[in-house]
């Protein structure tokens, strides 16, 4: 079956600091998407990428997909306290567009 | 346009109690999805349903759990004769009917969540 690995599991990082967080599958992703939970709330929806190679960025977050189609990053420009959370990536199981897999989360902490 | 809702937000029972969790999808959204996040562990698929459909129930325990989604009204999980270890935060979400989606997959938009504690 197929499995999501992130790096790290958790982050500190001081206000201002860029950062990088992995997204890894066993398999070939199809379908990858970000999500962003602040704790006790729901998932918020960031990005989805399709396309191996493909990046997308929305204000001071930019997903990349690599050309494999195994591994994406999500990278933060000049953190802030508002970016602090727990970060998920989540994918398509091969030929399963019915359901999403995710990632056991990156819990981001920005301190000023 | 209102997003997925949840109801609970939060739902305290005690053990051999039934718990029903609810989703209403956001307009326009014709497919559901159920997943669980159990304390320290990430989150996991439960079951997918169309309305009055079933499609994938691959992720839901064999017993005591049970999901609907009526033609009227909202998805319910029930959970009947909770134990402790169904505690956890329940999150629905919800996606268009296919060919609908501006790309080829069908993007999921997650609801609030309910969290369930059992005492």
């Known amino acids: 079956s197929q499995e999501l690995e992130q790096s790290p599991q958790s982050l500190i990082v001081q206000e201002g600091k860029n950062l990088t967080i992995n997204c890894t599958s066993s398999?070939?992703?199809?379908?990858l998407y970000w999500y962003k939970q602040k704790y006790g709330e729901g998932l918020i929806f960031l990005m989805m990428l399709q396309k191996g190679g493909e990046e997308k960025s929305h204000e001071k977050i930019t997903a990349k997909l690599d050309e494999k189609k195994q591994q994406s990053s999500l990278h933060i420009t000049a953190s802030q306290p508002s970016h602090a959370g727990i970060y998920l990536c989540?994918?398509?199981?091969?030929?399963?567009?019915?359901?999403?897999?995710f990632g056991t989360g990156t819990r981001l902490q920005v301190f000023p | 346009n209102a997003g997925v809702m949840q109801n609970p937000r939060h739902l305290v029972r005690r053990r051999g109690q039934e718990a029903r969790l609810r989703c209403s999808p956001m307009?326009?959204?014709?497919?559901v999805y159920w997943y669980r996040q159990l304390p320290e562990e990430g989150l996991k698929f439960m079951v997918y349903l169309q309305k009055e459909n079933i499609i994938d129930e691959s992720g839901m325990p064999k017993e005591r759990f049970s999901a609907e989604f009526p033609k009227e009204g909202p998805s319910i999980l029930r959970i009947q004769q909770v134990v402790r270890g169904d505690s956890a935060a329940y999150f629905c979400a919800s996606s268009p009917p296919r060919g609908r989606s501006p790309t080829n997959y069908n993007e999921q938009f997650f609801g609030p969540g309910t969290r369930l504690t059992v005492l």
């Open positions: 398999k070939t992703l199809y379908g």
């Open positions: 307009k326009g959204h014709s497919h």
């Open positions: 989540g994918a398509h199981p091969l030929y399963n567009t019915d359901k999403l897999i």
